[in-house]
């Protein structure tokens, strides 16, 4: 409901807010039904605290966004932004009594130059909108979240997302040229470059790539984009064991192959996309790995990865004949943390992101630690990058069961950290790994990232408790 329509008494601090900012937005913008507000008021994480927002703010233009956080800073108001709210770190959760900020109705493509090959975009705009309008001009923006349908550029950014081709073709960090921030105080820099080289200065794109909200709002991004490749084609190959799999994973890579994707479900995966969708995986499977190829000579490619999963002990290696099974194969791989959620009804998805050479032992680890803990725990990786989502199936109505949900995930953390990787490949930190942030980077890595989130907010107001 709009403010200017309700009647009901409000808290005078909220009562000031809620009109300093109906000063400078329209009133269809300004949300404030406990209501609704309260729908705004997390992200799809589990084990997450979230506050109540006092307001809900959808502005359409950079002239608003500015308003708003002027609003905030005179007022001393937290400001948490939100993008489409699919993160699963908690770091789009509100704290109470702050304004949320929702990006969603900047969803306008601003500009696609194919001679530039670069598209300008708001934050607000869907991930598969935008891949869907360059390829209209022969382009290709890479990165490619499981949640691509759903999520946005400016969540992508946030979180310096990935997706299943980054094995070839790198995560968002690698694609964000430049952009325009609205600070907190409410001044805009642009920072970065619409050219193919520039190295003027520091590189603040790249830091407010990843950085969660916590430094400035991305109200334009500036994108690199690359010309559309041909039509990939997938080869779906069976072992008996994930250290089957994981050694035919880095049998390829260093045979010096560039797969544009290479991801890995484990038999817990397999069967769980079985039963929500009846693909007809195979369930005898240890693990399913697929591999694709985008080149100009796709079934040459599979056929020497084909011969290489064997000697590393596939029992079965099956490419696919064209592009509609090839599309099948696929989505069954984008269903796999569906699937995995409906075994018990929550999840907590970790994305551990190791070596490649240490991918085997990281998926052995989770299995002791599944057992340990007696849940269910199924793995799914973008393999070709190390970058691991053990998900943990809990029921949330189990106190038992829940505790050692969160004991095991914060385990599978630690053994990240021990085989050289890191707590987060690309959901980002949020609410859910702040402690274990502190433990990867140590403390004076902490002290002096809070010194930069003290240059660009000094007060504290973006974000607050996340990352740190």
């Given at each position: 409901?709009?403010?200017?329509?309700?009647?009901?008494?409000?808290?005078?601090?909220?009562?000031?807010?809620?009109?300093?900012?109906?000063?400078?937005?329209?009133?269809?913008?300004?949300?404030?039904?406990?209501?609704?507000?309260?729908?705004?008021?997390?992200?799809?994480?589990?084990?997450?605290p979230a506050g109540a927002p006092a307001v809900v703010v959808l502005p359409r233009t950079v002239e608003q966004v500015q308003h708003v956080l002027?609003?905030?800073?005179?007022?001393?108001?937290?400001?948490?932004?939100?993008?489409?709210?699919?993160?699963?770190?908690?770091?789009a959760n509100a704290t109470d009594d702050c304004i949320v900020l929702s990006l969603t109705k900047m969803d306008r493509i601003l500009e696609i130059n194919p001679v530039d090959r670069i598209a300008v975009v708001e934050p607000g705009v869907i991930n598969a909108t935008l891949s869907r309008a360059v390829n209209e001009h022969g382009l290709y923006y890479p990165p490619d979240p499981s949640s691509w349908e759903m999520c946005t550029i400016g969540g992508n950014i946030g979180t310096a997302s990935g997706?299943?081709?980054?094995?070839?073709?790198?995560?968002?960090?690698?694609?964000?040229?430049?952009?325009?921030?609205?600070?907190?105080?409410?001044?805009?820099?642009?920072?970065?470059?619409?050219?193919?080289?520039?190295?003027?200065?520091?590189?603040?794109?790249?830091?407010?790539?990843?950085?969660?909200?916590?430094?400035?709002?991305?109200?334009?991004?500036?994108?690199?984009?690359?010309?559309?490749?041909?039509?990939?084609?997938?080869?779906?190959?069976?072992?008996?064991?994930?250290?089957a799999a994981c050694d035919a994973v880095c049998r390829i890579m260093e045979g010096g192959h560039v797969p544009s994707l290479l991801e890995l479900m484990d038999r817990t995966t397999v069967k769980a996309v079985n039963a929500i969708a009846d693909m007809g995986l195979p369930e005898t499977t240890e693990a399913l790995l697929l591999a694709a190829f985008d080149t100009p000579d796709p079934a040459a490619d599979l056929a020497a990865v084909g011969a290489l999963c064997e000697a590393a002990g596939a029992t079965q290696v099956v490419p696919a004949d064209d592009a509609a099974e090839s599309e099948l194969l696929l989505h069954a791989r984008r269903l796999s943390l569906?699937?995995?959620?409906?075994?018990?009804?929550?999840?907590?998805?970790?994305?551990?992101?190791?070596?490649?050479?240490?991918?085997?032992?990281?998926?052995?680890?989770?299995?002791?630690?599944?057992?340990?803990?007696?849940?269910?725990?199924?793995?799914?990786?973008?393999?070709?990058?190390?970058?691991?989502h053990?998900?943990?199936?809990?029921?949330?109505?189990?106190?038992?069961?829940?505790?050692?949900?969160?004991?095991?995930?914060?385990?599978?953390?630690?053994?990240?950290?021990?085989?050289?990787?890191?707590?987060?490949?690309?959901?980002?930190?949020?609410?859910?790994?702040?402690?274990?942030?502190?433990?990867?980077?140590?403390?004076?890595g902490v002290e002096l990232q809070r010194q930069i989130k003290q240059v660009f907010d000094p007060l504290g107001l973006l974000n607050p408790g996340k990352l740190f």
């Amino acid at each position: 409901m709009i403010m200017s329509r309700i009647e009901a008494p409000r808290d005078e601090v909220t009562g000031n807010l809620v009109d300093r900012l109906l000063a400078g937005l329209p009133a269809e913008a300004v949300l404030t039904d406990p209501d609704v507000t309260a729908s705004y008021a997390n992200d799809m994480a589990s084990f997450c605290p979230a506050g109540a927002p006092a307001v809900v703010v959808l502005p359409r233009t950079v002239e608003q966004v500015q308003h708003v956080l002027r609003t905030a800073t005179e007022l001393r108001v937290p400001v948490v932004p939100q993008g489409a709210r699919t993160g699963l770190s908690g770091g789009a959760n509100a704290t109470d009594d702050c304004i949320v900020l929702s990006l969603t109705k900047m969803d306008r493509i601003l500009e696609i130059n194919p001679v530039d090959r670069i598209a300008v975009v708001e934050p607000g705009v869907i991930n598969a909108t935008l891949s869907r309008a360059v390829n209209e001009h022969g382009l290709y923006y890479p990165p490619d979240p499981s949640s691509w349908e759903m999520c946005t550029i400016g969540g992508n950014i946030g979180t310096a997302s990935g997706g299943l081709c980054c094995v070839k073709y790198g995560v968002t960090a690698e694609y964000v040229l430049g952009l325009d921030v609205v600070l907190a105080d409410g001044r805009l820099l642009s920072t970065g470059r619409r050219t193919a080289k520039g190295v003027a200065g520091y590189d603040l794109t790249r830091l407010f790539v990843g950085s969660e909200g916590s430094l400035g709002i991305v109200v334009k991004a500036t994108l690199a984009l690359r010309p559309q490749p041909p039509q990939q084609l997938v080869l779906a190959a069976e072992f008996a064991s994930a250290a089957a799999a994981c050694d035919a994973v880095c049998r390829i890579m260093e045979g010096g192959h560039v797969p544009s994707l290479l991801e890995l479900m484990d038999r817990t995966t397999v069967k769980a996309v079985n039963a929500i969708a009846d693909m007809g995986l195979p369930e005898t499977t240890e693990a399913l790995l697929l591999a694709a190829f985008d080149t100009p000579d796709p079934a040459a490619d599979l056929a020497a990865v084909g011969a290489l999963c064997e000697a590393a002990g596939a029992t079965q290696v099956v490419p696919a004949d064209d592009a509609a099974e090839s599309e099948l194969l696929l989505h069954a791989r984008r269903l796999s943390l569906t699937a995995l959620e409906a075994v018990r009804g929550v999840t907590m998805i970790d994305d551990v992101c190791v070596p490649r050479s240490r991918l085997g032992d990281l998926i052995e680890g989770v299995e002791r630690i599944a057992d340990k803990h007696q849940l269910t725990i199924g793995v799914v990786a973008h393999a070709g990058d190390g970058n691991t989502h053990p998900t943990v199936c809990f029921d949330a109505a189990d106190p038992d069961e829940s505790r050692r949900a969160r004991e095991s995930f914060d385990e599978i953390m630690a053994l990240g950290l021990e085989l050289g990787g890191t707590i987060t490949g690309e959901h980002g930190v949020g609410v859910l790994k702040k402690e274990w942030l502190a433990r990867e980077i140590g403390p004076v890595g902490v002290e002096l990232q809070r010194q930069i989130k003290q240059v660009f907010d000094p007060l504290g107001l973006l974000n607050p408790g996340k990352l740190f």
